[in-house]
Each structure stands twice: as structure tokens, then as C-alpha cells.
């Protein structure tokens, strides 16, 4: 991933900043024994009150209490320990969008004693054999509208089992029963699956028979759990481009639930708050800010499956009194340019957190004037479920992530892995209890990030004389586009499969709309007929939307180091040269 | 033409329409409406100003014989209809916006409808022209009240607003086809007959006033969308009002040759308004604010 010599960095003296708030290394005591524990505690407190409400386009919506998320996702657990005969440890991947089934199957994964695999819903069937192989998942929930992709995946994986969920279950049965109509047969969604699957519903009353008619007791399949047990495998491309499970535990999930407590104290009201969850639930930003964090603060998460176009959030925004938007930069740009959310912007809107992508300042400026309320930014990254740093709400500094969380220490590291000298940036490496256990199964990987419990972020960062941190540049070649990672390595290979390729080079440019975009350089094979337009349709056929390059290049040789390695850094400042867009992700 | 009960029971329907668009509107839309009030008075403006101006050109432009044009001079000034609604949901339009249109222009039909029909029309005709307003302030009652009855529904249920909103909506389509399948069969005779001049102007002063609409806000720089709701609204007017205006200031012969233009025209708007919806609704998804995928 660098050039740094990782060994050195065990000589270099911390020099970690130190709010005077949260002393870096303070231990960070977990409010809850595990996720589970968390689960049953927060529903028996908050049980009668909303704890997610479903809103589609049209305005239709599902409610589930906290009593209902606790019934349901115990029977879902005993679903899949005791009709599926899942142990302890096995891996259960959830394919969907936000909706009321994500919180149930994700608690009932995490009650069986099982481990959560969190799958972008958009991956191709590629990606999916992948991730599954990888994780060695034994059962896979996934949605309806993509329940094409399901047999392919099935030849080709140790998946058992699949349980299909539909976008409106657990709504009313009306509304649930005309939603779905509309979605299959107006909007025509749902792909037809010939794949064998079990719906959701059927796997709710069949783990309820077993809760009723043998008393099986769910309490039991984690009465053994230990914080520092696995929880969850968070994929991510980190720094080589091929996809790892980022091994996150019970303790590190908690930990940072606890270190976001303790940095908006006093902002966040238990019980009372309305957090619009738009961001994907399965993506690890939302996953600990809304269904981990503000879960358990007993807000009602009004949940958005898809926020394409942005008009699709309308009725949620103006339905519900939402008090915090947890996003990223696109999202709060684009709502303030909907006419009907810079007029009126939600009236009980607290605060919105910032994370992803560096939020712009243009932005964060004219939110804070449309909506009277700031956007908190803060920094993290999958690796670190994910909070590292985040502004505090009363010393908020627009341009900076923030200072580290409770319990959390940083450094700077030059390029030679020492400390970086005073007011120098430097790459910024992360110590404290949300750092993960490793990369699953590949410790070799898992040794090249954290050194000594030291996790190298790959990010270039400056520190000022208050310790406010700010992310100056990146040190990988990774792209970001709208918050995704994408890996050049993993766009290249795939371009260099494209018949009538010879060479390619990949990397990102600074775009207005998606922070970076992709772009290919390609060298056609002698003789061979290659266009633009071919590259792209084979990068869609087996690449997420995201990843496919927005602009494709041919051209007749890319510059190589004496060594004969593509010089991606050359490509990408020529490119900058004629690119005319102005200003970076870090704009 | 139509009967009693079926006049029931488009107004019924039209009723249940209306509850279903108010369940797809919040006080807020109608402040934002409110907010920008230049696209109200482009509305009014181009309904009261453009329309009775595009009526008495035509009429004048192909040479109509003075009944023919008296009954286009009324259409030309009628206010909004509430089917202007229907269309700019469909077209995925500003239906705040149409909805306050439709009740200025109705409000102020007591003064600018008699005012211009006297205008242009006594260049045709001089006769008494009595344009009873009873009618109109019941049309509006009609098409408001379900509409706020919508908006308390939605804010109360979002679920069954929604529901509303969804059967407001197929019942739309449902009408829209009904009218013009029974209405071509029955009247075949009376449109086989029907020289072309008083096609062309039927359905010219529609299309024109779409266009001109259209046009107008465009320039002024109300924004697509609007520019959409204020061409609807512009095009589409209360032909049931012009209709009982003929048959209330006019007997016998002649007021059959004075509706004429009125009654082709309540089809053919359905017809050309149908159509403009389809392209506005594609045009105005096409605007729809798109951004990459969030994370």
C-alpha cells in the first residue's frame, strides 16, 4: 500500500492528539455485555415507541416497535438456529436496502450467535460469489429486486439457504399488500427468481413455532458471546483492491456507540429523537450511527430504500419530525437544491453528520444557513466501525473531522514511518477499542495495517494546536466515488478480461458531482477494433455501477517506470491537465 | 348531450379525484406556491390576458360565422378547470400551484368572464350574455373541498392518504378514457358534420394555449416544472361552465350552434391535454435531481 517502512513505526514516539475533553487511551467501558444484550435491553426500555418507520415515495409506510423489533428478530434467530441449524459463528449475509426487515434479520443474526455479512445490494453476481466464498456465509437474505441474481450465485457458493424479503414486509397488510402490487407490476421491479428460497415471512412464523411450541429460549445461543467475539465481517476493498472482511466485534461496535455517546452528549435526547436513515443501512457509517447508535438512544429511524431521484425522500422528510440526518456531501448538496427541502427544511432537525466523503464547505456553510442547524463532520473508515474522529457539537469547525473520540489515539507518520514533524501532514494512524480484529482469514493483509494495534489509515492528515484534525490528501490510488471505494486494481483487471484490451491504467479525477470519477486509460490490442463504448458495457456486466469508469480513454501507450510499472500518478496529473474540473474531494 | 346521472356521477368521481390529489399535498405546498407569487400571476395573466386574445384571433383568423364565435369567445374566457389538476398530477406538474390557479381564476371569473366576453363578443353579436356564477362557486366548492378533506387524510394517515392519492389517480385515467370513448360514438354525426374551421378552433385555442402558457413562463424563467403547470392550467377551462352560460343566455338553434365550440372543445382538450401530460411527465422525471449513489 506505501512505501513506509512499517517496522519503524514501533520507534516513533506518539504524539497523539489530546483534547482536554476525552484524554487520548481513556478506556471506553461498553454500555451493554454485546449487541444482543444491547438489542433486549434497549426494546424493553423504549418497547412501546417506534423504532423504525418505512417510508416509500408514495408515502406508504411500515411501523415496527422496539417490543416488535425484540419479538421478531428472536424468531428469526430461532429461525435460523433452530430450522436452518446454524451454530455459533456461522456467517449469515444480508443483501438488502433499508427497509423493516434489514434491523430484524441483522439483530436475528447477531441473537442466533451467528455473524453478520453485510452485502451492497447493487454488487454483481461477480462480487457476490466473492464476498460469500470469502466469508464462507452458510444462509443469504436478500431482496426481492434482485432475486435474479440469486442462482448464479448459488453454483457457485457454500450458500445453503436463501430467504427472500420483500420491500414492504411487516407493513400493514393494505398498504403492504397495494405497495407491493405497485412495485411488481406498475414500477415492474421484481425479476422473476427460479432460484429455491424461503420468503421472509414464513421464516419469521417458523422460527416463532419453534419459540412457542418447543420454548426455545434465544438468550441461550449468546449466553457465551464475549465482547471480543466476531460480530461482524464488514467488507472492504482497504488498500490492494481485493474485497476483505473487515472483522469487527461485539466490544468494537459498542465501543464506538459509546465514544459517539459521549461526543454528542448532551445533543442527543434518549427516547426523542427521529433520525432519517437514507444512507444504506449495510454500509458501516449508518450501520453504527443509526441501527447501533441511535437505536439504542431510542430514536425512531425512519428508514428510505432508495433515495434515486432525491424527490423519493419528500414525503419521509415532510411525514416525520426528523432530528438528524446522518450523510454525505451528495446528499446534503442535493437536498439543498429540492426546492421543497431548502423552503422547508425540517423544522425539529437538530444537527447532520458528516462522513464518506470530505464535506465541502460551500456546503456545510449553506446548510447551516438553509436549515439554521450545522453539519457535524467527522472521519472514519470501515476498519474502524468506522468513527475515528468527529466534531464536537458546540466547537464545531467547518473544514476539519474533528478531534478523535474518547479512548482513541492518533499520530502522523511521515513517509518513513516516523512521526511526522510538528504542523507537518502526515498519514494518520488510529489506536483504540473500534479498531477491528484483523482482515478476516488474511493476516498477512491484517499485518500490513496494524502494527502493534497501530491501524495505518492510508490517509494523509494535519493537526492543528487543538488537535482538530483535517484529511489532506489520500495516499492510495484508491477512488472515491459518492462515499464508494473503488479499487483501480479491481477495475483493471476487469478491463484487462475485455477481448481486444492490452494494457490499462485506471485512476480518479476530481468530479463536481460524485467527489472523483473513474477513468480508464486503455491500450488496444494490435489490430483490434476496441471502442470506448465496449469497455464500458463489459465493465457493467461484471462491476457495481460505481466502479464502471465514467470516462474510457484509448490511447496508444501508458507511461511506465523503468521497471515497466504503469505510472498512475502521471496519468492522473496529465489527465487533471485537461480535465477541466477544479477542486479535489478536498475541496 | 350528457345526462343528469351521468353528470352525477362525473361529479362524484371528479369528487373522489380531488380527494385523492389533496392527499398529495401538504399546507407547505400551497406556502411555497404562495412564495413565489410571479407564477400565479403569470397564470392569471395568461388566462385572463393570452387566452380570450387567442379565442377572438381565431374566431376573427378563420373568418367563424358570428354564433361559432361567440360560443369561442366564451370557452376563450372561462376560468381553469378543475381537470387541469388531474392533468398536472400526471404530468408530475406543481399541483399546488394548478390548484390555486384554478380557484383565483374561478374566484375572478365573476368580473373578468362577463368583462371580456362583452369585449371580444360584441363584435359578433350583441346580445345579453348572463353568466351565471351560481354554478361556478358550486364547481369550486366541488373540487375544494376534497381536496383540503385529502390534505387532512394524508396528515393524519400517511397510509391512507396514500391509498387515496393511488385510487385518486387510476380513477383519473379511468374517466379520462371513458369520457372520450363514450363521447366520439355518441356525437359521431354531429363531428361528421362539423366544418374544419370550427375543428381547427376547437382545438386550436387548447393547443395555442398550452404552447403560448408554456411558452410565456418559460421565458419568464418559472422553472420547467411550472412552466408545465401554468401551460396546463392555461390551456384546460372550465368547459361545463362555458356550456351552462350558452344554454342559460341563449334558446333554441342557436344556442346548439353556440355550444358547438364548447363541446367539441371539452373533448378535444381531454385529448390534446392527455397527450401534452404524457410529454411533460417524461420531461419532468428527466429533471427529477439525480445524485450518484450515497455510500
Same mark, same amino acid.
Given at each position: 500500500m506505501t512505501t513506509l517502512d512499517l517496522d519503524q513505526t514501533t520507534q516513533v514516539s506518539a504524539r497523539s492528539a489530546a483534547p482536554a475533553a476525552a484524554p487520548a487511551g481513556t478506556p471506553v467501558s461498553l454500555p451493554f455485555r454485546h449487541l444482543p444484550d444491547m438489542v433486549d435491553r434497549t426494546c424493553e426500555r423504549? !418497547?412501546?415507541?417506534?423504532a423504525f418507520t418505512a417510508v416509500l415515495p408514495n408515502g406508504m409506510f411500515g411501523n415496527l416497535s422496539f417490543a416488535h423489533v425484540r419479538r421478531d428478530a428472536d424468531r428469526f434467530a430461532a429461525f435460523l438456529r433452530e430450522e436452518l441449524g446454524l451454530a455459533a459463528g456461522d456467517r449469515v449475509a444480508i443483501q438488502l436496502p433499508n427497509s423493516l426487515a434489514y434491523p430484524i434479520c441483522a439483530f436475528g443474526v447477531l441473537k442466533a450467535g451467528c455473524v453478520l455479512v453485510n452485502t451492497n445490494p447493487l454488487y454483481t453476481p461477480a462480487e457476490m460469489i466473492h464476498q460469500f466464498n470469502d466469508s464462507g456465509a452458510r444462509v443469504l437474505v436478500i431482496v426481492? @429486486?434482485?432475486? $435474479?441474481?440469486?442462482a448464479p450465485v448459488l453454483e457457485r457458493t457454500g450458500i445453503e439457504h436463501v430467504v427472500l424479503v420483500r420491500l414492504t414486509d411487516r407493513f400493514s397488510r393494505l398498504p403492504g399488500f397495494v405497495a407491493y402490487n405497485v412495485i411488481k407490476y406498475w414500477n415492474r421491479l421484481v425479476p422473476a427468481c427460479t432460484a429455491p428460497t424461503i420468503s421472509f415471512q414464513e421464516a419469521l412464523s417458523r422460527g416463532a413455532r419453534h419459540l412457542h411450541?418447543?420454548?426455545? $429460549?434465544? !438468550?441461550a445461543y449468546t449466553a457465551a458471546t464475549s465482547p471480543d467475539d466476531l460480530a461482524v465481517l464488514q467488507y472492504t476493498g482497504g488498500t490492494t483492491g481485493v474485497s476483505k472482511g473487515a472483522m469487527l466485534s461485539h466490544r468494537n461496535l459498542l465501543a464506538n456507540v459509546a465514544q459517539i455517546e459521549e461526543r454528542v452528549a448532551g445533543n442527543v435526547t434518549h427516547g426523542a429523537e427521529c433520525p432519517l436513515a437514507v444512507l444504506p443501512l449495510y454500509h458501516i457509517f449508518a450501520f453504527t450511527t443509526n441501527l447501533l447508535y441511535f437505536f439504542q438512544a431510542g430514536a425512531r429511524n425512519v428508514l428510505v430504500? /432508495?433515495?434515486?431521484? @432525491?424527490? /423519493?425522500l419528500q414525503r419521509a422528510i415532510e411525514n416525520y419530525p426528523i432530528s438528524w440526518i446522518p450523510g454525505v456531501n451528495t446528499l446534503f448538496n442535493g437536498l439543498l437544491n429540492e426546492e421543497w427541502f431548502a423552503d422547508h427544511p425540517p423544522p425539529k432537525l437538530r444537527g447532520s453528520i458528516a462522513g464518506g466523503t470530505a464535506l465541502h464547505t460551500t456546503v456545510a456553510e449553506r446548510w447551516q444557513r438553509v436549515t439554521g442547524t450545522p453539519i457535524i463532520e467527522g472521519y472514519g473508515l470501515t476498519e474502524c466501525s468506522p468513527v475515528v474522529t468527529l466534531n464536537p457539537f458546540e466547537a464545531n469547525r467547518p473544514g476539519s473531522i474533528g478531534l478523535p473520540l474518547l479512548g482513541t489515539e492518533v499520530r502522523l507518520l511521515n513517509a518513513y514511518g516516523e512521526?511526522? !514533524?510538528?504542523g507537518e501532514p502526515g498519514e494518520l494512524a488510529v489506536r483504540g477499542p473500534q479498531v477491528m480484529q484483523g482482515y478476516w482469514q488474511r493476516p498477512e493483509e491484517t499485518a500490513k495495517v496494524i502494527k502493534d494495534g497501530w491501524l495505518l489509515t492510508g490517509d494523509i492528515a494535519e493537526i492543528d494546536a487543538d488537535g482538530y484534525l483535517r484529511i489532506v490528501d489520500r495516499k492510495k490510488d484508491l477512488i472515491i466515488v459518492s462515499g464508494f471505494n473503488v479499487y483501480p486494481n479491481e477495475v483493471e483487471d476487469c478491463i484487462a478480461a475485455c477481448p481486444g484490451v492490452a494494457e490499462v491504467a485506471v485512476v480518479g479525477l476530481p468530479d463536481a458531482k460524485t467527489g472523483e470519477m473513474v477513468k480508464a486509460f486503455v491500450v488496444a490490442k494490435p489490430g483490434a477494433a476496441l471502442t470506448a463504448e465496449q469497455v464500458r458495457e463489459h465493465c457493467k456486466q461484471y462491476l457495481a455501477a460505481y466502479k464502471v469508469p465514467k470516462a474510457v480513454e484509448l490511447r496508444a501507450e501508458l507511461p511506465k517506470s523503468p521497471v515497466g510499472k504503469v505510472l498512475r500518478r502521471e496519468l492522473r496529473a496529465e489527465a487533471r491537465v485537461t480535465h477541466q474540473e477544479e477542486g479535489g474531494v478536498n475541496g | 348531450m350528457v345526462s343528469q346521472t351521468e353528470q352525477l356521477l362525473l361529479a362524484l368521481m371528479i369528487g373522489v379525484i380531488m380527494l385523492g390529489m389533496g392527499a398529495s399535498l401538504t399546507w407547505r405546498d400551497f406556502f411555497r406556491a404562495f412564495k413565489r407569487p410571479q407564477a400565479i400571476l403569470i397564470g392569471f395573466a395568461s388566462q385572463y390576458l393570452l387566452m380570450p386574445a387567442i379565442g377572438f384571433s381565431l374566431a376573427v383568423a378563420l373568418q367563424l360565422p358570428p354564433a361559432i364565435a361567440i360560443g369561442l369567445i366564451i370557452i376563450s374566457c372561462m376560468p381553469g378547470g378543475s381537470t387541469s389538476n388531474i392533468f398536472t398530477y400526471f404530468a408530475k406538474g406543481d399541483l399546488a400551484l394548478s390548484v390555486t390557479m384554478t380557484t383565483f381564476s374561478t374566484l375572478a371569473a365573476f368580473v373578468m368572464a362577463p368583462l371580456w366576453i362583452f369585449l371580444y363578443g360584441s363584435r359578433f353579436m350583441t346580445s345579453e350574455i348572463s353568466v351565471g356564477m351560481s354554478s361556478v362557486i358550486v364547481g369550486l366548492v366541488v373540487m375544494l373541498i376534497p381536496v383540503v378533506i385529502g390534505m387532512f387524510i394524508r396528515r393524519r394517515n400517511a397510509n391512507v392518504g396514500a391509498l387515496l392519492e393511488l385510487l385518486g389517480g387510476i380513477l383519473g385515467v379511468v374517466i379520462i378514457l371513458a369520457l372520450i370513448a363514450l363521447w366520439v360514438p355518441r356525437n359521431a354525426p354531429l363531428l361528421a358534420t362539423t366544418p374544419w374551421q370550427v375543428y381547427a378552433a376547437a382545438v386550436g385555442v387548447g393547443v395555442i394555449g398550452f404552447f403560448f402558457g408554456f411558452l410565456v413562463s418559460q421565458g419568464v424563467g418559472l422553472g420547467f416544472r411550472r412552466a408545465t403547470t401554468v401551460a396546463l392550467e392555461t390551456g384546460i377551462q372550465n368547459g361545463p361552465l362555458a356550456l351552462s352560460i350558452v344554454l342559460l343566455s341563449f334558446q333554441g338553434e342557436l344556442a346548439n350552434e353556440i355550444a358547438l365550440i364548447p363541446v367539441l372543445y371539452s373533448l378535444f382538450i381531454v385529448i390534446t391535454s392527455s397527450l401534452v401530460t404524457v410529454f411533460f411527465r417524461r420531461q419532468n422525471e428527466l429533471r427529477q435531481q439525480y445524485v450518484g449513489a450515497l455510500l
Open positions: 423504549y !418497547a412501546r415507541q417506534h426481492d @429486486l434482485f432475486g $435474479d441474481k440469486i411450541e418447543r420454548s426455545v $429460549d434465544v !438468550a430504500a /432508495n433515495p434515486r431521484p @432525491l424527490s /423519493n512521526a511526522a !514533524a510538528p | -
